[in-house]
């Protein structure tokens, strides 16, 4: 099936393209809505926070995004469960709608979830109504309560989030897609289209991807390219790999060679 | 009258709903949340919902994020 054909479902919401895209870092507005659109995203994720009171009529983010595009509010810069909470519910009382990406920050140096107020908090956001997507460590039997709690979705760090550095351990991605229903996305740590068509390759559901977009040299080039990739690694799974080999293979027929000297 | 609006303490005119604060401050009614003395309130209730002396309040909006 062509990667196009596919559908991706997250809770009740369907997605055609699986590429998620963050709105932060942009040198400018503009340059982010040029990104979102060459990267054919559906969904894109925003942060709240409070209205500058001295520049009150600033232009809204919400006027570059899109309008078929849809938005994942997060809860990034919380520490515990009753923050995210908090910021969520705030989020949805915007009237943006019931998405929710859920971060809760356990370490500032490495940005690395905490895994217990993440999963008390996904417990609660589920059953408020919420469809949300977990930001967590690549651990197996964690992805496993979230998916219990009622994640809609778990999304496992590549690495650390800004970091660049690709998906160090493919390994944990696959063992969290063995064990868990609902889609997996690698979301942080993917710095380069290889990054992203290796995670799309091994099986994950869709990469959510900010900093390699809105930091490349020429953003909108870049967007298009992890639209590329993602393509490319989804289709390149569905396709089916072949297994490696310990040694050659001719790709060449063995017999009728020219005779030698 | 005199409001703590997110974590400054400002005076402003006498206003008595928070639709009537976000004017005054002149603070789009569109995708903005706002809590009240730690109350979420809905969007339908700006027109209602009472603004009063020493209240604390948040007021917030979507910015870019990952």
């Known amino acids: 099936m062509e990667p196009s054909q596919e559908v991706l479902k997250v809770g009740k919401y369907q997605f055609t393209s699986r590429l998620f895209v963050g709105t932060g870092k942009y040198a400018s507005w503009e340059e982010m809505r040029d990104a ?5 995203t559906e969904l894109v994720t925003v942060a709240l926070r409070r209205v500058n009171l001295n520049n009150p009529a600033e232009p809204s983010l919400l006027d570059f995004i899109p309008k078929q595009v849809r938005i994942l509010p997060n809860t990034a810069g919380c520490h515990t469960a009753d923050e ?7 989020a949805r009382a915007s009237g943006i709608g019931d998405l929710v990406k859920l971060e809760v920050i356990g ?12 999963l008390k908090a996904t417990e609660r956001l589920a059953a408020a109504g919420f469809t949300v997507m977990v930001y967590t460590s690549p651990d197996p039997v964690l992805a496993m309560h979230l998916e219990k709690a009622g994640a809609a979705a778990v999304m496992p760090l590549g690495s650390p989030i800004g970091s660049g550095r690709g998906v160090l351990d493919t390994e944990a991605v696959l063992r969290i897609k063995e064990r868990v229903s609902v889609p997996v996305v690698v979301d942080a740590g993917i710095g380069g289209p290889a990054d992203a068509a290796l995670a799309m ?4 559901d869709a990469v959510l991807i900010n900093t390699a977009i809105a930091k490349a040299k020429h953003p909108v080039a870049m967007a298009r390219a992890m639209r590329l990739a993602v393509e490319a690694g989804r289709l390149g799974f569905l396709a089916g790999r072949m297994a490696p080999q310990p040694a050659a293979s001719p790709s060449s027929p063995v017999e009728g060679m020219v005779a030698g000297r | 009258m005199q409001l703590t609006i997110n974590g400054e303490e ?9 639709a009537a604060l976000l004017d005054h401050l002149r603070v789009s009614h569109q995708a903005v949340a706002v809590m009240v003395n730690g109350a979420i309130v809905a969007r339908e209730r700006y027109a209602e919902y009472p603004v009063k002396e020493r209240d604390v309040l948040e007021i917030v909006r979507f910015v870019g994020g990952g």
């Open chain 1, 36 to 40: 979102i659109e060459a990267s054919g």
């Open chain 1, 84 to 90: 995210a909470l908090q910021v969520a519910e705030l």
């Open chain 1, 107 to 118: 370490d500032d140096p490495l940005l690395w979830p905490d895994p217990v107020d993440t």
């Open chain 1, 201 to 204: 390759e091994i099986g994950a």
């Open chain 2, 10 to 18: 400002r005076r402003v005119a006498e206003v008595d709903t928070v």
